[in-house]
């Protein structure tokens, strides 16, 4: 029913159209618009409780939004249940890991290339095991990896069910230097292979690394759209990082 | 040999034995709950086991079956075979009415599933449905009482049980409600239908339980509402099967083996001792060995399914 | 009728609060369910039994007696059960099961020693006979049940709003976690609430006698039952809560005794389904805890 | 490896299964009698009288050197089997098979109670053992077909309360009765009794009208609102049908909520007397009307103990009143003393000789329950119906019983409406 390819036409892959989600009083998300592009790795940043996961578990599903669409290939799909996202070809990590303990990783995986999209079948989970550094590991329940194999696993998961778009909410902390540079060499290569990428990320030497252009966020609201070196130089951006300190 | 293949195998052992016992050991009826109580705790290790849900009021199915298997003899003038049918149907009928219990999770899906179980008991037992379920004043069913076949019967639905389990154990699906049990959010994002498998699941493990129900209400063909709509089903088929180990093929049975086994031996050895030893039993197994025996094994380095 | 009714079911179901109260703040502070706690409740109502056939103690001394007693009883009992199951997979859930166990054990050794047949402490113990209230008749040991329940209510509004044990048991309950890293000696608390929860389950049970017309070590099961019912229709972790499922309990059993006796029990168990799927987090709970 | 450890387990359970198989001789050593008691759980506090009253008579008999066996024409002396089966019918079940099929007994004792006694009748009679049931009155187990059980201890329910329908359509004109009152529990034996006096009221043209009818859940211990909704619907007289804990628990509400009614019947504190008297108090029991128990009535006793006699020795052998002495005690002791009058004429120890024995003692066996009767076709006990009484104050604190129906049993006169 969606197309594998990518939309042609300059049509954008995902569309976010004046979302809000509230949590009682506050607003999380605050009329958040944004577009991407088929083959695109866009940053999301902006200050702690700017909004930004709350943005990837409304486009995966997670929670379904007060106001506002998510359009894919031109179709809403806000209120969509998880597991139909995945089977049209989004998906997520998380910030903090959560594989499924007690099955191995080569299960964990298995249990993702199965239920992905129906043209995805042939998973080599093997492969994908071994391309994260996880083939030694395939036969040890999940519980026994450590964090960074586990985030390393997250994210297997995540491609074995074939996404079009994959949302990754702070994969580098707490990744070494040396680590760190695969990744982001690893996500390059799966951008060139046409999946997009809409990455969350505080460490801003990575985004630097991976991402074509960065969204700021803050209040629940995007203030900046462009490359990061644009970004930077952006009083209102400024304003928002100096206020609530560099740290980020 | 294919995994598979060795599973079938090994779950042939207890179907074989529980077939040959009555040949050299007369006591028909505790045989018979043997079996009841494998098939109980293999349906407590498909819904508890795989997808991590306590159904403490289990025993409702089993009542809903007995009563389900009763009123088709009784009203609708059916043969026992088709009345086991309907034995599972009632069951499937009051699991589908449960459905919404999974939106709660850990203590409240226990205490509300055992909350319908008894609320069941209260119904079928009121004085006010004595032309359908005969209410208070019990069942009988002289005609159809025939110990034999039925306990022929109870086996084949103890091997079909097993073979429940293998595929749960071999298969996507059994993989899929392990991956819901371990982490919900994260099987929705690895594609699984949660509330689907679930619900399957469920209404795979209400079945066993209804038809398990119903052969029990054929083997003992007069009962009261309070015989099947006992706690005691619910207790004793949780703490076998946890003792065995859960996700386990051989767990629940070697559970049973075990645990009902010393029940009997100390039943009828030192009777007055009887529920204080039990106690300390399930006690210590939850302090203790709450992974279950069959973990114990595996770190001795002996592989049970 | 209808003002009988309701005025027997507000006492009753003051009653029942304090049944539950304990079991409340157990499972709101501790996370775990304590199954034998209408075993504790039966022990307290054969304390008070005992203490009034061989000593003529009244049951309003026997009912402090009884909650000291059980509490220093509680402690140990806390240190050697709940930091194992703690260190389990699924403390919650095997918590259930642990303390079944518990509540068998409890069960035997009561018979054990008390026999099984039935036991009562005369109605002429309270000093009473039966209190008028708006023109109409009540059994004076409702009335009773009914204030000690409230002074009960009251000691655990004062120990959790002003003490700083009952500050740092409130932490404990909102953020576990964040309890912990914060430094909070979480066992002690959790030890702390257990004992008090233990002690008013024994403190509720010295009015058994009078309450139920009379005891028996096999009446714990369906006290722990309807204990869940009330604190779960009030809201589960609230301990102030419970007075409002105990109301409500109260209240709706006497209502069905009134019009469809027969149907009485049902209600209990239906209400308590229905609450749990429109308010998972009960009548005054905030958090929602859905799977 | 794993396939070796189950085969061992299986092993090891075959070989226990073997070993536990007695063998049968020709000639007893002993007889043994099979039985089943509830320590804990429901049942309890009704099995255990039950059973001790049975121990003390097997006691008694093995003092003496055994029971008389006119088979074997000797004593021989009894082996009692009893297991435990905590009330729980699963359990009760397989152990009344183990009773049958591995102690091979003799003689089989149901549990008390119609519950632990249903489970027991389709393996009697698969079996074919006679099952021995001392109280289960279940109506449904009595029926022509089924020849492998006798009732010993009380009447079947439906002929229970045969007495009380009988006293309100025959006095209650007399009285003034015209509103009658019903509140049952509704399990089997008191919901039996309430269909069974809901009926013959209706179906007595005398006017009387039924203006309460309820069935509450037998777990009730709270009767304050039902019973002013009672009050409510203004009755002459009031049928409180339930166990012993529910009839407890609705007089002590009534005294404390203190309503009174003209005429009040519940079954148990007749049968239960001292057990009553301190659970309810005295005063709380005066001018109630209740089932007179055969026991209660001090029969003449030509066979066995008197009632004071077993009471005596009751409290010799179980001291501290952990089980308490009441009309099951006399009923599992009655049992006792059926079974030796039976052994002792019994022709032959086949199950259904040893039937004929019972059934024949019909009529002619006097103990301190009073006379014995059994309907040969169904095995049901139908010799007691039991007399009401009334309990009427005496003395500055205590309580006395009076027969006052049927009326040629009638002791005293009743006191209507009760002050």
């Known amino acids: ?248 | 040999m294919p995994r598979t293949m060795r599973h079938i195998l090994v779950a042939l052992v207890p179907v074989a034995a529980m077939a040959l016992l009555p040949l050299v050991y007369s006591n028909q009826l505790l045989l018979f709950n043997f079996v009841v109580f494998m098939i109980l705790a293999q349906g407590i290790n498909v819904i508890y086991g795989f997808t991590g849900y306590l159904p403490f009021g289990y025993f409702g199915f089993f009542g809903a079956g007995a009563y389900g298997f009763a009123i088709s003899i009784m009203h609708l003038r059916m043969t026992p075979l088709p009345a086991l049918g309907m034995a599972a149907i009632a069951a499937v009928v009051l699991a589908l009415v449960l459905v919404p219990l999974f939106r709660l999770s850990g203590a409240y899906f226990a205490i509300a599933n055992l909350a319908a179980g008894l609320a069941v008991y209260q119904v079928v037992s009121n004085p006010s449905l004595d032309n359908i379920t005969k209410g208070p004043y019990g069942i009988s069913l002289p005609a159809v009482f025939d110990p034999n076949f039925s306990y022929g019967i109870a086996l084949v639905l103890l091997a079909a049980t097993m073979m429940t389990v293998i595929y749960l154990r071999n298969s996507k699906f059994g993989l899929s409600l392990q991956a819901i049990r371990d982490d919900a959010v994260s099987a929705a994002m690895a594609g699984v239908n949660v509330v689907r498998l679930r619900v399957m699941a469920w209404l795979l493990s209400a079945v066993i339980a209804g038809l398990v129900g119903g052969v029990f209400a054929w083997y003992i063909s007069v009962f009261y509402p309070q015989t099947v709509f006992s706690l005691d089903f619910s207790i004793f088929a949780i703490v076998f099967a946890l003792f065995g180990g859960m996700t386990t093929i051989l767990g629940p049975i070697i559970g049973v083996v075990i645990l009902y086994g010393i029940y009997n031996l100390i039943g009828i050895s030192t009777p007055q001792y009887f529920e204080l030893v039990y106690g300390l039993l399930i006690m210590g197994l939850v302090l203790f060995q709450p992974n279950g025996v069959v973990a114990l094994f595996k770190r001795w380095g002996i592989d049970v399914p | ?291 | 490896m794993a396939m070796r450890k189950i085969f061992f387990i299986f092993f090891v359970a075959s070989l226990v299964a073997v070993a536990c198989r007695a063998g049968a001789t020709e000639v007893p050593k002993q007889i043994k009698i099979g039985t089943l008691y509830a320590s804990s759980g429901t049942f309890a506090p009704l099995s255990m009288p039950v059973h001790y009253g049975l121990k003390l008579w097997v006691d008694r008999m093995n003092a003496e050197g055994g029971v008389y066996i006119k088979a074997y024409g000797k004593r021989i002396p009894i082996k009692l089997i009893s297991y435990d089966d905590q009330s729980n019918t699963a359990t009760a079940a397989s152990l009344y098979d183990q009773l049958i099929t591995q102690d091979k007994v003799n003689i089989l004792i149901a549990d008390a109670g119609s519950v632990l006694t249903s489970v027991a009748l389709p393996i009697a009679r698969e079996h074919k053992m006679l099952l021995i049931d001392p109280i289960g009155i279940g109506a449904p187990f009595f029926t022509p077909d089924s020849p492998y059980i006798v009732l010993i201890g009380g009447p079947v329910s439906t002929i229970w309360c045969k007495n009380i329908h009988e006293f309100i359509t025959d006095e209650g004109p007399k009285l003034g009765i015209k509103r009658v009152a019903i509140l049952y529990s509704t399990n089997d034996f008191t919901g039996t009794q309430a269909n069974t006096i809901r009926k013959a009221i209706e179906k007595s043209r005398t006017g009387i009208k039924v203006v309460y009818d309820q069935g509450v859940p037998t777990s009730t211990t709270s009767y304050t609102v039902i019973i002013n909704g009672i009050k409510a619907a203004k009755p002459d007289a009031v049928i409180e049908l339930g166990y012993p804990i529910n009839d407890i628990s609705f007089l002590r509400n009534l005294r404390e909520s203190g309503v009174k009614f003209k005429w009040l019947f519940t079954s148990y504190p007749g049968m239960e007397t001292e057990h009553f008297e301190k659970t309810v108090g005295v005063k709380g029991l005066y001018y109630v009307y209740t089932d007179m128990p055969a026991s209660i009535m001090n029969y003449k006793a030509a066979f066995g103990m008197s009632l004071p006699e077993f009471h005596a020795a009751w409290n010799k052998q179980y001291p501290g009143g952990k089980v308490g002495f009441d009309f099951n005690s006399v009923v599992g002791y009655t049992t006792g003393l059926v079974l030796e009058k039976a052994l002792g004429s019994a022709a032959s120890m086949d199950q259904l000789a040893l039937r004929q024995a019972i059934v024949g003692l019909s009529g002619k066996l006097k103990t301190l329950d009073g006379t014995f009767a059994v309907d040969p076709k169904t095995g049901a006990q139908i010799g007691e119906t039991m007399p009401i009484g009334q309990i009427l104050p005496s003395g500055k604190d205590g309580i006395k019983l009076i027969v006052v129906y049927p009326k040629q049993l009638a002791t005293g006169k009743l006191v209507y409406p009760a002050p």
């Open chain 3, 1 to 291: 009728m209808l003002g009988y009714t309701i005025l027997a079911g507000l006492l009753f179901g003051l009653y029942f609060s304090l049944v539950g109260l304990g079991l409340n703040l157990v499972f709101g502070v501790v996370r775990i369910v304590n199954l034998a706690h209408g075993d504790f409740l039966m022990l307290g109502a054969f304390s008070a039994y005992w203490l009034f056939s061989l000593f003529a103690v009244s049951p309003f001394i026997s009912v402090v007696l009884v909650f000291v007693g059980f509490s220093i009883i509680a402690w140990p009992l806390y240190y050697l059960l709940v930091p194992r199951l703690m260190a389990t997979k699924d403390p919650e859930m095997l918590s259930l099961i642990l303390f079944f166990g518990f509540s068998q054990v409890i069960e035997a050794l009561a018979t054990i020693a008390f026999g099984t047949s039935d036991r009562s402490i005369p109605g002429r113990a309270l000093h009473m006979g039966p209190c008028r209230l708006f023109g109409q008749n009540y059994p004076a040991s409702w009335i009773v049940g009914a204030v000690v329940s409230a002074a009960a209510v009251l000691f655990i509004y004062l120990y959790l709003y002003h003490t700083t044990k009952g500050y740092l048991s409130r932490a404990v309950m909102a953020h576990r976690e964040e309890a912990v890293a914060s430094g909070i000696n979480v066992n002690r608390v959790c030890a702390i609430a257990f004992s008090i929860g233990v002690g008013l389950a024994a403190a509720a049970g010295v009015f058994a006698p009078f309450i139920f017309g009379s005891i028996n070590p096999a009446m714990g099961v369906n006290i722990t039952i309807t204990s869940l019912t009330v604190i779960v229709v009030g809201s589960l972790g609230n301990p102030l809560g419970t007075v409002l499922g105990g109301l409500t309990y109260g209240i709706s059993l006497m209502f069905m005794q009134t019009y469809f006796s027969s149907w009485a029990n049902l209600l209990a168990y239906v209400m308590l389904i229905l609450i749990l799927l429109i308010r998972p987090s009960g009548l005054l709970g905030r958090s929602v805890r859905y799977a």
């Open chain 1, 1 to 248: 029913m969606y197309p594998e390819q990518p939309p042609g036409n300059g049509e954008p892959l995902l569309r976010i159209e004046a979302l809000v989600k509230r949590f009682g009083g506050f607003r999380a998300l605050d009329g958040l618009t944004f577009d991407l592009m088929p083959g695109e790795i866009v940053g999301l940043v902006g200050p702690n409780g700017s909004g930004k996961t709350t943005c990837i578990n409304v486009i995966s599903g997670l929670y379904s939004p007060d106001g506002g669409d998510v359009i894919y290939h031109g179709r809403p799909i806000s209120g969509m249940p998880s597991h139909r996202l995945v089977q049209i070809g989004i998906n997520r990590t998380f910030q903090v890991p959560k594989p499924f303990p007690t099955l191995t990783a080569s299960e964990n995986v298995r249990v993702a290339a199965a239920h992905g999209r129906c043209d995805c079948t042939a998973v080599d989970v093997d492969a994908l095991l071994a391309s994260f550094e996880l083939d030694c590991y395939a036969g040890r329940p999940a519980a026994e990896l450590n964090a960074g194999q586990q985030k390393m696993l997250d994210l297997a998961r995540a491609l074995a069910t074939g996404p079009s778009l994959l949302c990754i909410d702070e994969l580098a902390a707490g990744l070494n230097p040396a680590e760190l540079v695969r990744v982001a060499e690893r996500l390059r290569e799966l951008a060139r292979s046409g999946i997009t990428l809409l990455v969350v990320e505080h460490l801003m030497g990575f985004i630097d690394q991976v991402t074509d252009r960065v969204i700021v966020l803050n209040a629940g609201r995007g203030i900046f759209e462009g490359p990061l070196r644009g970004a930077v130089t952006d009083p209102k951006v400024i304003e928002v990082f100096l206020g609530t300190e560099n740290g980020d």
